[in-house]
């Protein structure tokens, strides 16, 4: 399984595994479907909405590794 980092697109995410969703989700990024939230690094998505681009990288690794 890949591993997920900071430079990671948000759509190559979802696509590798649509069940990472909840995770955006939770961080207030509703707007998943947008062609410009798809194209944003996991690191810029978390600065617009002030979430620990870090933990939000342990927690999504954590999660494709099960």
């Known amino acids: ?5 900071k430079d990671t697109i948000i ?3 979802l696509d590798l ?7 955006f989700l ?3 990024m509703h707007c998943l479907g ?8 996991l690191e810029q998505a978390c600065a617009v ?3 620990d681009a870090d933990e939000l990288v342990s927690k999504i690794n954590a999660h494709l590794s099960k």
């Open 1 to 5: 399984m890949a591993s997920i980092t």
């Open 11 to 13: 759509g190559e995410i």
């Open 17 to 23: 595994d649509e069940t990472t969703a909840p995770f």
């Open 26 to 28: 939770e961080m207030g």
């Open 34 to 41: 947008c062609p410009s939230a798809r194209g944003e690094t």
């Open 49 to 51: 909405h002030g979430v």
